[in-house]
């Protein structure tokens, strides 16, 4: 049987229930070993219920026994500097949910340990894996629709629903829907791209507080290579919308559930000349569960000590971009 890299999920709620443990069952490479909750007796039951050997009620536990390799992080945004420490310091590598943490501070510190005790860290950026983003980054590069001039993407959903109590508290969560989902809008912006912004502005609906967050945020962001862009994030919606459209000089690429796992998914071409279409064209792509390629990839990493495919070091940049657009 081919060497697995063995894991430990930190935070095994519902999340990670209904999306990170079918990842594992799907993984070559992966195996899912230890589970950690705040409640051991809860956590126990959870292990037997879905036959994971080891339980545990805290995250330095669960990184210290020697029977896990790395942890993936799917706990609260406030414990992934701490926990990403603790796993670091006990020779664990780290594969951690976006946002990474709460501020420039504590990303920096987070790399910072890991190079330190020579463990690698990834971030969870999935949508730059999918084959949909992938085929857009490949006509913007072959230049079918000619130089960007504006990116605009959008991610809403009802964040009232949300079984993540803590997701409007910035003590927990560090911002709303920009750490939370803008950075999904962000990160595939410049992963398309393939430049780094220079300024943003945003407009935040409620002005964050030391209590609360925003729920609604509009941001715009200037790149160095003269392209702009808009996202538009919230929590103040009657249903779940992700959207992008790539606009060109000769044309523009858009399209809808753009973040979406698991799905045949259409992108739409559109080409133009001389103030007109002159071609419309749809392509079907199907994109594989994103979770299980992430986990897979982080994996092959480990186990053939090659770089990490999303390090921390993009995190990094995305955390300056998200401290920067909740500035009062």
């Known amino acids: 049987m081919a060497k697995k890299t063995r894991y430990g999920i930190i935070g095994f709620g519902a999340f990670a229930e209904r999306t990170i443990l079918p990842a594992f069952l799907a993984s070559q490479n992966s195996e899912l070993v230890a589970i950690q909750k705040r409640s051991l007796a809860v956590t126990q039951e959870k292990a037997r219920k879905f036959n994971i050997p080891l339980a545990f009620d805290s995250a330095e536990k669960l990184a210290a026994h020697p029977d896990v ?20 310091r006990a020779g664990k590598h780290v594969l951690t949910e976006k946002p990474m943490a709460l501020n420039i501070s504590e990303v920096k510190t987070m790399i910072d340990i890991c190079k330190e005790n020579n463990v690698k860290l990834m971030v969870g950026h999935m949508v730059r894996l999918s084959p949909l983003v992938l085929r857009m980054k490949e006509l913007i590069q072959s ?20 079984h993540r109590r ?44 030391a209590t609360r ?9 200037k790149f160095s290579k003269g392209t702009t862009a808009g996202i538009y994030c919230s ?13 060109g ?10 973040t979406w ?4 998914l259409r992108l739409n071409v559109t080409i133009g000349e001389n103030d007109k279409i002159t071609e419309k064209r749809e392509e079907e792509i199907v994109v594989p569960d994103l979770y299980e390629k992430e986990l897979s990839l982080f994996s092959e990493c480990i186990l053939n000590n090659t770089p990490s495919p999303i390090p921390g070091e993009e995190g990094l940049i995305n955390q300056i971009m998200l401290d920067e657009a909740i500035k009062p």
């Not at 991610?155 to 629903?161: I, T, V």
């Not at 969560?173 to 912004?197: E, K, S």
């Open 143 to 162: 230049g079918a629709i000619g130089r960007v001039t504006f990116v605009r993407s959008e991610f809403m959903y009802d964040g009232r629903l949300s």
């Open 69 to 88: 390799d790395a942890v993936f992080l799917v706990s609260a945004n406030s414990l992934h500097a701490p926990e990403t420490i603790a796993a670091a």
């Open 261 to 264: 796992s698991k799905n045949t």
């Open 235 to 247: 929590y103040d919606s009657p249903f779940r919308r992700t959207f992008i459209e790539v606009i």
């Open 213 to 221: 967050t925003e729920s609604t945020a509009q941001l715009a962001i």
């Open 166 to 209: 803590w997701l409007f508290d910035p003590k927990i969560a560090g911002g709303g829907p920009i750490f939370d989902i803008g950075v999904h809008c962000f990160d595939t912006t410049r992963f398309l791209l393939d430049d780094q912004a220079v300024s943003i502005k945003s407009v935040l609906d409620p002005i964050p507080s």
């Open 249 to 258: 000089e000769k044309g523009l690429l858009s399209a809808e559930n753009f």
